[in-house]
C-alpha cells in the first residue's frame, strides 16, 4: 500500500493567537482558504459546535470541487488543530489533516500537512498525479492567503 504525505510552512508575521481563530473555524476558511474559488455555486454546510473540536463542515461543489467533509477532532489553542478529512467525490478517501502554529523569528511557522493512502482510484490517481506537487502549490496559495487575511485584519 502506498501513502503520501503533503507538508508545506509558511512563517506568518503575527502571533499565534492572531492565525489560529482563522483555521479553527470553518466560517472562516472562505476568506483563505484554496479550494474557495474553484466553484462559485459550491454548497456548504456547517454542524457541530462553532469553532474547536466537534466543529464540522461539508462541501459539494462542481467535478473540481468534488464533495466531502471536514471535521476538526482535536484543538489545542494556538498550537495544534487536527482535522478528519473525508472526500466522498470524486472518489472517496479520508486524509488526516492538522496545522501546527510555531513561534519563530518574526512571527509564528505555520505548517499544514495531509496524510493518506493511495488505494482503490486513488492509486489509479496517484500514477498520473504527484499529490505532493498538487496540493503543495493549494497548501502554499491557502498560506500566503492566510497572512494576507490576518494582514488585512490588523489594518
Do not use: C
Not at 13 to 30: D, K, Q, S, Y
Amino acid at each position: 500500500m502506498s501513502t503520501f504525505e503533503v507538508r508545506r510552512s509558511a512563517v506568518i508575521p503575527a502571533p499565534a493567537e492572531e492565525i489560529f481563530p482563522l483555521v479553527n473555524n470553518f466560517h472562516e476558511w472562505t476568506r483563505w482558504s484554496p479550494w474557495e474559488t474553484i466553484d462559485p455555486g459550491m454548497s456548504r454546510r456547517y454542524f457541530g459546535s462553532g469553532s474547536g473540536a466537534g466543529a464540522g463542515y461539508e462541501w459539494s461543489g462542481n467535478r473540481k470541487a468534488g464533495s466531502g467533509s471536514m471535521e476538526i477532532m482535536e484543538s489545542v489553542p494556538s498550537r495544534l488543530i487536527r482535522i478528519r478529512l473525508q472526500f466522498t467525490k470524486p472518489f472517496k478517501a479520508l486524509n488526516p489533516t492538522s496545522f501546527t502554529f510555531t513561534p519563530a523569528p518574526g512571527g509564528t511557522e505555520v505548517t499544514w500537512s495531509m496524510t493518506g493512502e493511495n488505494k482503490g482510484l486513488g492509486k489509479v490517481f496517484a500514477l498520473f498525479m504527484d499529490m505532493d506537487k498538487m496540493v503543495g502549490a493549494d497548501y502554499k496559495r491557502g498560506l500566503a492567503a492566510l497572512a494576507s487575511t490576518v494582514a488585512a485584519r490588523k489594518s
